[in-house]
């Protein structure tokens, strides 16, 4: 039996317990002992120091005018006054321009506006100058042996002026550490190839190079490996001479296939297999020949989690960086999350400044995504034992974007559509950035009710009057802005050809169909089970209901794939992805308007753009919308 | 008459106004239409996206299982339970992998540590599971046509991971800025080489590049350009039509020799000619076909504050960057400035936190200076109209450094020796920054008093007991804790072999004896004082007695470079500068300590440092020190 014949589980350690273990054992190993190596200073920008660097000549290295003028000897000047003014002849005085050399002789320099120039080629001087005025000394910047820079220190555009100034044409830096990434697997395929099903394009190895090389790394991608113990043994030795860090990239989790840390175990000491994290868990920290090797684990968020918080303390270490360049904002949490009581979990979050305090919407979680890594401003640490952290709660977010940037950000909550996406790809030429994040509509009003979003899109159906959204809020909310923006057609999408006669809703309930069904609380969802209901059509009946999916276009897909039949969705979907459609209705979808967020002159960009003819032009080309409404301001106050 | 027939006056314009009349006219010529090029993913990093990217291909491209277990149909997972266990036979069950793809009729995964595997091969569930359990669907983290990225975005190594995965493989990036830097000056040489007086080494274009470089430019450097204006006039015809951005560096004050002016004048439009700000002041912003040249001034202060001020705003109009990195904190001004009235005055600062406050200290200012520009930590902006800011002012500091590097900085001030930088060098092994500014030691006193540094150097004579420090501060403080450093040898520092034979203070009389000072208020101008007074040495009679040095340093290189014969200072700079030396007396250097800082771990590390065999090798390679007293403390609470 297979199954059985596994490790199954790892012996997970703590963060901050693993890594003190292994950076206190490659100290022991001398992996931080400074190698260093002569560059010259040309080379250096961003180089770190050796040792400290002493000037070898004085900046500047002469007496020099600082002004245009005359040059004087100041003892000629004493008794010049402006009504007895002082007269030099040729021999006196040297016309000199800033940053030539003082006359042998003359002291002092004299600004030529202070000058009255005579026209037997002598001169008239109106104030007694000092000895050394308005002269640059030698070495008034540097003097020759000062100490220019410490140890350590990283080398910046204008330090490299300084060095040749002061005679400095070589520097003793760190090397960088030389690193080599090797992707692990059977199931890695090149990602530039056509995909088969159980394939997984190698996409890590370039995050990893990018993200060591930013660290000052040197880095080299090795051909992938799949999963041979001999290959993976024989490539480590290869690597090893000539590298300071090796890091496999996957087959480090618990699975079927865990040769590398097999490997690791069998040629050198593995000191770490599992980290108490999450994502990250699969982590391999070992030392073979005196070198560390690091197993990586091989889904992106866990990739990129690892190393942020054991491969990039190490690379500073490395350097002697003692500065953490942590930055945390404090937040408030939009939605309440539960977290991994065994595990610190990092949860990767947006940010916006919404009314005078900081709101953070946790993005996807899992191991696996790539998107949420794209799309965050930072990350929440949920410690080990903590299992929820309440709506409201204040958190400590860990900084990966500006905070410029966060400030600037109007986040946008709510129902999904794809004009969404277009519309802040337009607000970008006008300074603007939306962040989107797709929470359905019901999502979307609580978010602006709780001042936790800027605007939010909605289409709410009100049962009742058959219309959508002014009586739905009016129910809901007592004061509120809405700013019309689609009308937009809502159908049946099915496969091209409309294969299974898919005519209306009835035939959702016949056995030969598959349904795709959108989450709970978002508009279409609703729209579906009011018709449903309407139609007395049992949801039970229907094959597929429970399958949820976030997004109109995951609807589509799904069909696209053959994975469904049909799904509810925008008529804009079919179109992009070549499927048929059986329209339905029309849809009004509209903006929700944080109320505080009329008066910001951002909102004002948003409408102004909303207007353009380039936002017209992208409509246009999109099939399923109507936009004669779009940009009417509504505004209630209701008398809940 | 050389001199009158000059251009004096520049027409200086305020930089805001400058910056938008510039970018404005840049607009009109279309500098800022995007130009683009299509490149590789692989080569993508850190580049500005030209549009928005779409998504080719769905992430993940195929439904998988999400843990290791068996893959299930969930219709037959039903009636498990706890207590009535559910038994799957071979056919109903197939075990995977994380990663693999769903078997063909499988929809749900049961991870495989809550199954249990039976000898006949068959297995035991027990819980039911609903369809899509553990499985991960097409398209869960990227649906293909979705927008991946807006337009303008910089790609970070992450965003280069999704892409591919994405199935996007090239991307259409906004085209490097092509630039192009000329140094200018018939006074120019290569900086390798051994300078003449007269002759300023090329250091410039060295930051021009590196500065530009960081912004996303392709940058060249010219061979440098004497005063000639046909050749600056061709060299320019001939870089216009493969550049984006032409800067000349020099040549632009209105100096004797302002050709690069006269040419830009001569073959485009000069819009700026002189920005009132210092330094920065003689700057050019020309067109010239339809292009950009600036001319940068020489000095390097002035030509790092214009790359700041004028050059990043222009590239990263180029980048559509719309969000300002400034970051600024506000910080107690730590002794009163002058300004400019007429200019914005840039002052580069150093920061520290001392007493949960941010205390800034100004760095030397003129535009000549490049040592300011390394060690500065930020710039603090005089506006325009203002003359002065007075001590304890709260200003606003624009950072160059990061928080955490301020936050970290030890700030030590008051009088110079060169041991003190040997220990900060010695620190950064221990992560701790000391930054160091000389005052003098009455001005560490005064530092100290007003909590505005940490630590100051002190060797301060009292001349009624002839001893140091003790007498002195107990006089002038009322609580003050002292740590003893160093005693070092004070002495006439003369010229090798001692040419004009002087042997004591009286032979600073002598007429045939250039005499070097150190400025007022350092222990060392006091000591000298003290000395002339008992002797009845009138400082009239001492010819240089009014040229100030601010460290011994300075006072020696004055000496070995026969500006001076003799001058005061401590044993040590002869000995590096050799030069002989003639003793005088032994005096007391210790460290006045912020006696909060008492506690703080930091000072701690400071003697742990100074009681180190590191510091005392140091200190052994060194003449004239005795550290028999070093590290021990003395606090006193006086009733003054």
């Given at each position: 039996m297979q199954a059985l014949d596994r490790k199954i589980y790892l012996k997970k350690m703590d963060l901050d317990r693993a890594l003190e273990l292994y950076l206190s054992r490659l100290r022991e190993t001398g992996f931080f002992q400074p190698r260093t190596e002569n560059i010259k200073v040309s080379e250096a920008l961003d180089r770190v120091l050796a040792r400290a660097v002493f000037a070898l000549r004085s900046v500047p290295h002469y007496n020099s005018a600082a002004v245009d003028g005359i040059a004087v000897r100041s003892s000629d000047t004493v008794q010049a006054s402006k009504h007895a003014p002082k007269r030099l002849d040729r021999d006196h005085f040297a016309i000199v321009n800033t940053g030539q050399p003082m006359?042998?002789?003359?002291?002092?320099?004299?600004?030529?506006?202070d000058v009255h120039f005579l026209e037997d080629g002598s001169v008239e001087?109106?104030?007694?100058?000092?000895?050394?005025?308005?002269?640059?000394?030698?070495?008034?910047?540097?003097?020759?042996?000062?100490?220019?820079?410490?140890?350590?220190?990283?080398?910046?555009?204008?330090?490299?002026?300084?060095?040749?100034?002061?005679?400095?044409?070589?520097?003793?830096?760190?090397?960088?550490p030389e690193c080599v990434?090797?992707?692990?697997?059977?199931?890695?395929?090149?990602?530039?190839?056509?995909?088969?099903?159980?394939?997984?394009?190698?996409?890590?190895?370039?995050?990893?190079?990018?993200?060591?090389?930013?660290?000052?790394?040197?880095?080299?991608?090795?051909?992938?490996?799949?999963?041979?113990?001999?290959?993976?043994?024989?490539?480590?030795?290869?690597?090893?001479?000539?590298?300071?860090?090796?890091?496999?990239?996957?087959?480090?989790?618990?699975?079927?296939?865990?040769?590398?840390?097999?490997?690791?175990?069998?040629?050198?000491?593995?000191?770490?297999?599992?980290?108490?994290?999450?994502?990250?868990?699969?982590?391999?920290?070992?030392?073979?020949?005196?070198?560390?090797?690091?197993?990586l684990p091989g889904f992106p968020a866990s990739?990129?989690?690892?190393?942020?918080?054991?491969?990039?303390?190490?690379?500073?270490?490395?350097?002697?960086?003692?500065?953490?360049?942590?930055?945390?904002?404090?937040?408030?949490?939009?939605?309440?999350?539960?977290?991994?009581?065994?595990?610190?979990?990092?949860?990767?979050?947006?940010?916006?400044?919404?009314?005078?305090?900081?709101?953070?919407?946790?993005?996807?979680?899992?191991?696996?995504?790539?998107?949420?890594?794209?799309?965050?401003?930072?990350?929440?640490?949920?410690?080990?034992?903590?299992?929820?952290?309440?709506?409201?709660?204040?958190?400590?977010?860990?900084?990966?974007?500006?905070?410029?940037r966060i400030d600037n950000t109007v986040l946008f909550v709510g129902s999904n559509d794809p004009l969404i996406d277009r519309l802040s790809d337009l607000l970008i030429e006008r300074g603007l950035n939306l962040s989107v994040v797709n929470v359905g509509s019901l999502g979307g009003v609580r978010a602006i009710a709780k001042s936790y979003a800027h605007l939010a899109g909605v289409h709410l159906f009100d049962s009742e009057s058959e219309t959508y959204n002014l009586p739905f809020l009016r129910k809901m909310m007592k004061h509120f802005v809405l700013v019309k923006f689609v009308k937009r057609l809502q159908g049946l999408v099915v496969q091209k050809g409309n294969p299974k006669s898919i005519k209306s809703l009835h035939d959702l309930a016949r056995r030969d169909v598959k349904f795709v069904n959108r989450q709970k609380a978002s508009g279409t969802r609703i729209l579906l089970d009011y018709y449903l209901s309407k139609l007395g059509i049992d949801p039970r009946q229907i094959n597929g209901y429970e399958k949820e999916e976030l997004t109109h276009a995951a609807v589509a897909l799904k069909i696209k794939r053959n994975l469904a039949d049909v799904g509810l969705a925008v008529s804009y979907v079919a179109q992009l992805m070549d499927l048929d459609f059986v329209p339905l209705c029309w849809e009004e979808y509209d903006l929700l308007v944080l109320p505080e967020f009329l008066k910001d002159e951002r909102f004002g960009i948003i409408l102004d753009v909303m207007a353009s003819s380039d936002f017209k032009n992208v409509v246009s080309e999109s099939s399923g919308y109507d936009i004669s409404d779009l940009g009417r301001v509504v505004e209630e106050v209701g008398s809940l």
């Open positions: 006359p042998e002789g003359f002291d002092a320099v004299i600004m030529i506006e001087i109106f104030e007694p100058v000092p000895s050394f005025h308005n002269v640059r000394t030698i070495g008034e910047d540097v003097v020759e042996y000062d100490m220019l820079f410490c140890r350590y220190h990283r080398l910046a555009p204008q330090d490299l002026s300084l060095l040749l100034a002061a005679g400095v044409f070589e520097v003793e830096v760190l090397k960088k990434v090797v992707p692990t697997g059977d199931e890695i395929v090149d990602p530039y190839s056509e995909l088969k099903e159980g394939s997984i394009p190698e996409t890590n190895s370039i995050l990893v190079k990018a993200f060591l090389e930013r660290l000052g790394a040197n880095v080299k991608v090795h051909d992938p490996l799949g999963d041979d113990p001999t290959k993976l043994a024989s490539a480590l030795q290869e690597l090893l001479p000539t590298h300071d860090l090796v890091l496999f990239i996957g087959g480090s989790s618990a699975g079927q296939k865990d040769y590398v840390y097999r490997v690791l175990e069998k040629h050198g000491e593995v000191l770490v297999h599992g980290l108490s994290i999450r994502p990250g868990k699969p982590t391999i920290l070992a030392i073979v020949e005196e070198k560390p090797v690091i197993g990739c990129f989690t690892v190393l942020e918080r054991v491969v990039k303390p190490i690379l500073q270490a490395w350097y002697r960086s003692s500065e953490s360049d942590e930055d945390f904002l404090e937040a408030e949490v939009a939605t309440r999350m539960f977290s991994s009581v065994g595990d610190d979990e990092f949860v990767r979050v947006m940010l916006a400044k919404v009314k005078d305090r900081y709101v953070c919407v946790p993005l996807k979680r899992g191991a696996a995504t790539m998107s949420s890594l794209t799309k965050m401003d930072g990350t929440i640490v949920v410690p080990k034992g903590q299992e929820v952290i309440d709506e409201g709660k204040k958190v400590q977010v860990l900084l990966t974007a500006s905070r410029k």
